[in-house]
């Protein structure tokens, strides 16, 4: 079944070059099945890249999702125009008495920013607080799963001496069998991309459970038994040439950033990355959805309002 996204959305036409499934919304307004809602709350800089990503990958399900693009109030993104946001993006108010089954937290590149200085942090309180009546379940990116795990459950993000940046193998947690993680081999790639970590102590005292591990990166996923909300360190939904990106960018910059570990073919940044990664993010978000469609009630909104 297709992803449901608005007509008008410049990343339709990406999406459709890629194959993947879209429903015109005439249509989807008059099939007699109930769609997964999928809200997106869209922290990144560069939000018509984001949109691609992370539709790809619902629209590779089984299942019609349709997404609502979010953003918030209290900050003006620079880097996308303010009609595109006018015309595709809801805030708080405007979707405050809806109810979805699931909240996706994009990652955001202010990590080295204590929560309490960033300037829409009160506001994601609130969003993240409303999501608890009005929202099934919910996945943290990068940054956006660290804002969950402290408001949620208050495990702190912790600066690191240098930036984790590049492809690391991520073992999987075999001791005990998760749904989720159904498919994926004991070793997988992710891209990774932040100057801060969660501790692995930290994490476990809070009765979380780590689902993917690093020697050389740390903590790459985790999950609350209880919700069963996600938190995903790292970015499965980066395309091949994302860290690239970043690096010349930094490097335009002058950060002095080095080359992306694992990433380039022979560390030349004239030769093209090659996306390793994408069959578990695929995977993933699959079994998630799939995950979603078998615990959610049908009629899980009525029984919110009760």
């Not at 560069?46 to 629209?59: C, I, M, P, S, Y």
């Not at 069998?177 to 990774?192: A, C």
């Not at 960018?249 to 030349?268: A, V």
């Not at 995977?283 to 998630?288: D, E, H, P, V, W």
Request: charged content about 25%; hydrophobic content about 40%.
């Amino acid at each position: 079944m297709p992803i449901k996204i608005p007509d008008s959305l410049p990343a339709r036409e990406m999406l459709l070059d890629e194959d993947v499934d879209l429903i015109d919304t005439s249509i989807a307004q008059n099939q007699d099945i109930r769609p997964l809602k999928f809200l997106l709350l869209n922290l990144m800089p560069q939000k018509n890249q984001t949109e691609v990503q992370f539709a790809r990958l619902l629209g590779a399900s089984p299942l019609q999702i349709e997404l609502t693009l979010m953003t918030t109030q209290s900050y003006s993104p620079k880097n996308t125009s303010k009609n595109h946001i006018l015309e595709f993006y809801k805030s708080l108010d405007e979707i405050k008495n809806n109810f979805y089954d699931v909240l996706i937290i994009t990652g955001a590149p202010i990590e080295t920013i204590p929560f309490e200085e960033v300037k829409y942090w009160q506001e994601l309180k609130e969003i993240i607080s409303w999501s608890s009546s009005n929202v099934f379940r919910r996945i943290g990116i990068c940054w956006g799963a660290q804002a969950l795990l402290k408001e949620l459950h208050n495990v702190e993000k912790h600066q690191i001496k240098r930036k984790l940046f590049g492809v690391y193998d991520h073992n999987l947690n075999k001791s005990k069998r998760y749904r989720l993680m159904n498919g994926f081999i004991d070793r997988f790639p992710m891209p990774v991309s932040r100057y801060t970590e969660n501790k692995e102590k930290e994490i476990l005292q809070s009765g979380l459970e780590i689902l993917a591990f690093s020697s050389e990166s740390g903590v790459g996923m985790v999950r609350c038994p209880k919700s069963k909300d996600l938190f995903i360190l790292n970015h499965l939904e980066y395309d091949a040439k994302t860290l690239k990106d970043e690096f010349l960018r930094d490097k335009s910059e002058n950060f002095g950033i080095k080359l992306p570990d694992n990433y380039f073919p022979n560390n030349d940044i004239n030769l093209e990355p090659i996306n390793r990664w994408r069959p578990y993010a695929f995977l993933l978000f699959s079994n998630f959805i799939n995950e979603v469609y078998q615990d959610v009630p049908f009629n899980f909104c009525k029984q919110l309002k009760v």
